[in-house]
């Protein structure tokens, strides 16, 4: 017999169905009613055995004049087992009680019940989302407001058909795997995945789905809410589009500036070489200009030595007038020298334009002016 407290923790412990509820409720009132029934049969087997044993008790008595010590006993052993009887007997009555009471109770535990599933009934009517409940071969068992609003199918053209009506056809796998699960006893929460209208369009659905049981704890079928969420993928897709967009803009930016910075490098490299060069310039323009400033102190060595020279020969022409007779071999010096004077000028002038050719002739005119001076001496 089923307590009060059984009933609450049976509705605690597993989720009532919406699929046949009402047929349990009126199973629990009619195992009621056999308990009840078998409890009275109880009482008469009862109390047919309390007149079998008070018979035989007055059957003792009778023979309790004519039977000695030994027949005292028995009827003695009658007498407890009669007092047991009748202990057994209120036991009885008592139980009879209760199983009346539990009766009552029962019956208003199944009012409850039925207010309880007509609560939920209500509820699952006025729910947005799709309630479907289906038995384990797919057949779909009962099919709520938000069903027909979600997918476009009444319940009328809904239930009876295979629940395959709502899935694309590359799915069906997914639903088996799914089916699978749910007869291991499992329960999904918030699966996403794609379900097809009547229209033909497609939406994306949250599925939460969990295994329903009879009173025995068998697994009788399917319950299914399924949550519109097509409006969330969409945005969902739409940043991950937006986000790939931007990551694609931020890799061009960072493979722009990756560029912009080799350039700079390159650049910065280019202005050292060019710095380099304007350095290595600056020194060959120093150098050229020191070059410059020693070939005129050196041209200038050379007219200070042609001037000393003209001025030694003007001497020497002197010397020379005043000893013509000893001077006509020096006559011919002199010519000698005025050749090389000669060759000393063209020499000069080049070495305007070649300052090597200039420097090699001004010492070839001081060894020559060596020579003479150590001859006219």
Known sequence: ???NKD????????PLPLIGIYASARSTDASATEELHT???????YNKEVQRLNKELKTGHKEFKNQNQEKVECAAELMIANKKLVVLNKEKEKRAEELVISTT???TERKKDE??????????ESSDDAIISKSLDGTIKSWNKGGEKMFGYTEKQAVGKHISLIIPPEYFVEEKKILGRIKNNETIDHYETVRVKKSGERLYVSLTVSPLKDRAGRIIGVSKIARDITTRKKSEVEFIRANQELRFQNEEKEKRAAELVIANKELAFQNKE??????????????LVFQNKEKEKRAAELVVANKELEFQNKEKEKRAAELIIANKELVFQNKEKEKRAAELVVANKELEFQNDEKQKRAQ?????NKDLESFAY
């Open 115 to 124: 207010q309880y599933i007509d609560h939920l009934a209500a509820i699952v």
């Open 105 to 107: 109770v029962d019956s």
């Open 364 to 368: 070839e005119l001081i060894i020559a």
């Open 1 to 3: 017999m089923k307590t």
């Open 7 to 14: 009933i609450t923790e049976t509705r605690s412990s597993q």
């Open 39 to 45: 409890a009275e049969i109880d009482l008469l087997s």
């Open 274 to 287: 060019k710095e380099k060069r304007g350095t290595e310039l600056i020194i060959a323009n120093k150098e």
